[in-house]
């Protein structure tokens, strides 16, 4: 029997001490602290926006609800699933062949009680905390003290609803493997993302440089296929092409295949890329010939927005049914993790037009840079003279 999930309940990163993710979530992504558990060998913090959550592990003590990772670099590194049997779950996974990193364990408190377990995925560092929390009332979960109510009433400007999606950065050729896993493990399901997917190759971005597979799925709970606004799964895998992308720089720094980025939805991107940035939170600024594109502005205005305005944020919009979406640059020193922001008006998929777009739009100004004889970098939509979309997908950087 498949171990069939009944809903995302939180994201786990492994930092060491000190790194400041915590106050930046607070301070820059505007996340609320809600619930922390601090001993002498560990600190875990919990912090929401809207219903996705967080948990920030920090140094490598004695965690619950999670393996120490020993990770060399700050990662996440665990996508945590609410069950509703742990035993069960656990069973089958273990007669599936897949090792549990922490067996069947109960954890209670004054709140009441939860059962987990873990076990590591197929992907690099990547594990899954599996939590049946139906016996528990407590703020987040046993051991953890409650740290404050989340504001409620007014209306937070840069506010996020749900985690939409999580995209991994696989190894050369994993791709396969990993949809296997899942879907034996957890019922995952393929899907396509748009009309030129493919079911056995995913969408293929490829040639002149540019060198990616997109492959997108999602899990069910019981023998229903989840609704479209659950959180749904992007495999990214580099294909050979000269010159190293987005995937390959994560699967270098990173130390292996792992959590590349997680997209948090938003029902007004516009406020929310207005108040991060205003907060701090540096976003990948796509080249001004993005929007000068022909018909671009157009598109955009068909959407019922306003192409100043989305230059002037940086973002992007693929008009498949559209999709609005802007990248923070990555949060860690290293080239590793970053946060998406994302608006969907009826497509289903994570904005491949619009990586084709930037990929042409870096070509076309590259080219104008070059028939000037310009030695400068060109402007981008900020005119901060950084090309940082190249820095985002490494595209056709020579
Ligand atoms: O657009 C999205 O959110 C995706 O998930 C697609 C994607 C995958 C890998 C990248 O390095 C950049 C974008």
Redesign the pocket.
Known sequence: MTAFLSRLSHITFHVPTGTGLVSDLVDKFRFHLFAERVTARARQLALRKGAAVFLVNESDGEFLYDISPLHPVSTASNVCFEVQDVPTVSQSLQEWGCPLAIPPTDVTDSGGSVTYCVVRSVVGNISHTLLDCSRYRGAFLPGFRAMGDVPEGLRDPAEATHFD?I?YACSRGSTQAVLDWYQHCFGFQRFIMNRQGDVAEGYRIHGHGMG?R?TAMRYRKGSEPRLVDDCKF?L?ESLPEPGKN??DAFLEQHGGAGI??V?LYTTDIVSTARALAQAGVRFVEPPQAYYSEAGKAEEIRAAGQDPWLLSHHGILLDAERYLM?IFTKPIFPEETFFL?LIKRRGAAG??EGN?RALWRSVQRQKGQVQEAGCKEPPKTAQGTGELCCCQW?DLGRP
Do not use: K
Request: glycine share 12%; net charge negative.
């Open positions: 999606h995209t990616l997109l992007v990214a987005q995937v590349q980025h997209g979406q998406e994570f904005g990586i997908l």
